[in-house]
């Protein structure tokens, strides 16, 4: 790689042996250089499997530093690779990206039509549509395939342990497992017996619409490069989860609306096929259903037309609990930081446990890398790969761990601070409530003090006053602040002195005949009365300094 040509930089050296770690800038070079690699020895399949699961491991000694690393990791020096190689490589993952979001929109429109298909309730074509959602489902299974395939290439940018991963070995195969079985629900295109239940299977299909909200999460955020980068630096993801959850709290009225609409129009026209009847009586028992009316004036008698009902039933609980959620979200904020809370403490003792296992498992396989060179066979071989596969995953388990634990924390940090206190919503209102309390407190010492300093020379028995006179007492007639701050002010001349000598706990001995014990004793009162009055001054700054305003906010902005 010293070299500065294209040329010069293709004729790399040999691949690392299985206990060496491949040097950095290493991945552009192989991929680049098509045709240098002639004299080297073809591997076969499962040398090539063993590889790919025993990476991990085979990195422990000398790159164990990327695996526990929360960031994002290139393993690429860009500033010693040829410019035109780093070039093909961006240009190629770039090519690779618009090709993932093109096979998304293919998926997107083959679960349209799908389900448009599992809609017609013509029984001469019955077998022929079956047929013919069969093979459209085939073809979406090969684009979900390629689009994995896809996904295990990108995956070794983030993770040097997936590195060169195929759909078998990605850490992505059990999503894809998961959406090849979603495409295979279906009812089967010969049907030689249970004729009713497989033909109930069709009613699911809708289920593959979900692959209108992935290709829209691409269609919106993933294709605009200026959001793909700002996601990056503000560590926002951009996922498919993350435009739900976003859009159902920033627009409630439009996703609740167009989600009750789809619902309706689902229901209606899967209930007219189950039970033949018109479309418009199927809306019309949509409506009833979701609406938790049932009038009655229409019931479903075949089995199709009741799965339809408790799928309904089902709609109209979800519909009802969204209410629900949205009616406290206006009226009332969450307990999320709780949860949250509640959450990290969670993940900490995970990371503690998984911490443990990976050192358990690390220590396991050394000890059975010893045992394999002194007794050598397929039984330890098969020891140490299994081992390996296992010390893999563990440590992949315990970085998105420490990545989920990270990601919350910061986010019960950076929840709803207001920039100009630094406090939250949660901590802003305990001050004010602490404060509030501290006031009243001090406000209940100082009338019960004023009523002792006024009895306090007088020959009156307490029962026999009456609520004006303690009134009287604490709030005296044609008093207003600026006379008790002058008072105040006199008082503190009386005990402290006017600076001149020290002279005024001596003339307040002399004038009213207290005590050094209770001179020291209203030295300390007053002492404190200052402290809460400038608690309260601050207090009375703060809340002019955080009043309403309406202040851009990047939450709520229109990517």
Not at 181 to 207: E, S, V
Not at 329 to 358: E, P
Not at 474 to 496: D, K, M
Request: glycine share 6%.
């Amino acid at each position: 790689m010293s070299s500065k040509t294209p040329k010069a930089a293709t004729e790399t050296p040999p691949p690392p042996s299985d206990h060496t770690a491949p040097q950095s800038g290493d991945f552009i070079v192989r991929a680049s250089g098509g045709g240098g690699g002639g004299g080297k020895k073809k591997k076969g399949a499962l040398a090539s499997l063993k590889r790919t699961i025993t990476k991990g491991p085979r990195l422990l000694g000398r790159r164990v530093k990327h695996f526990f690393r929360d960031e994002l990791h290139v393993d690429i020096h860009y500033k010693k690779a040829p410019p035109k190689l780093v070039t093909k490589e961006l240009a190629t993952l770039e090519v690779l990206s618009v090709y993932h979001r093109w096979l998304r929109g293919v998926q997107a429109l083959l679960s349209i039509a799908v389900f448009a298909m599992s809609m017609m309730a013509i029984p001469a074509i019955e077998t022929t549509v079956n047929w013919t959602i069969w093979i459209l489902s085939l073809c979406a299974c090969a684009v979900i395939a390629k689009t994995y395939h896809i996904k295990a290439q990108y995956s070794g940018v983030t993770n040097v342990l997936f590195e060169n991963r195929n759909i078998l070995t990605s850490p992505y195969f059990f999503h894809m497992a998961f959406e090849i079985i979603l495409w295979n629900i279906q009812t089967p295109p010969i049907l030689i017996f249970w004729k009713p239940f497989f033909r109930l299977i069709n009613y699911f299909i809708f289920l593959r619409l979900y692959s209108i909200v992935i290709y829209l999460n691409n269609a919106v955020y993933v294709y605009r490069t200026f959001c793909r980068a700002m996601a990056a630096i503000s560590d926002l993801p951009l996922s498919t989860s993350f435009l739900i959850r976003t859009s159902m709290v920033y627009h409630k009225t439009r996703v609740g609306l167009s989600v009750i609409f789809l619902m309706w129009l689902t229901v209606g026209f899967m209930y007219a096929k189950a039970e033949t009847v018109a479309v418009s009586d199927g809306l019309w028992f949509s409506f009833q259903t979701l609406a938790t009316l049932g009038y009655g004036d229409f019931t479903p008698i075949t089995v199709g037309g009741r799965a339809v009902a408790f799928i309904a039933w089902l709609f109209s609980f979800f519909i009802m609990a969204y209410l629900i959620v949205v009616g406290q979200m206006i009226l009332k904020d969450t307990d999320y930081n709780m949860q949250l809370l509640s959450y990290c403490h969670d993940l900490t003792h995970q990371l503690h446990t998984r911490s443990a296992w990976t050192i358990q498992v690390a220590w396991a396989l050394r000890k059975a890398q010893k045992q394999r060179a002194a007794n050598p066979g397929r039984r330890a071989e098969l020891k140490v790969l299994l081992l390996s596969w296992k010390l893999t995953h563990v440590i992949a388990a315990l970085r998105r761990t420490r990545q989920s634990l990270n990601a919350n924390q910061k986010s019960f940090r950076e929840t709803q601070v207001n920039p100009l206190t630094g406090l939250s919503a949660y901590q802003y209102n305990q001050f004010v409530y602490e404060t509030h309390a501290a006031a009243r407190r001090l406000q209940r010492v100082k009338d019960v003090d004023r009523v002792y300093l006024t009895l306090r020379d007088r020959d009156i028995v307490a029962s026999s006053l009456t609520r004006k006179d303690i009134e009287e007492m604490i709030i005296p007639t044609g008093s207003n602040y600026l006379e008790e701050e002058s008072a105040l002010q006199a008082a503190n001349e009386l005990l402290f002195g006017s600076g001149s000598g020290g002279g005024g706990i001596v003339q307040t001995v002399a004038a009213t005949g207290l005590s050094a014990e209770e001179v020291e004793m209203w030295k300390k009162k007053v002492q404190t009365l200052e402290d809460k009055i400038t608690l309260l001054g601050e207090t009375i700054d703060a809340l002019s300094a955080i009043a309403v305003t309406h202040p851009p906010s990047m939450s709520h902005s229109q990517v």
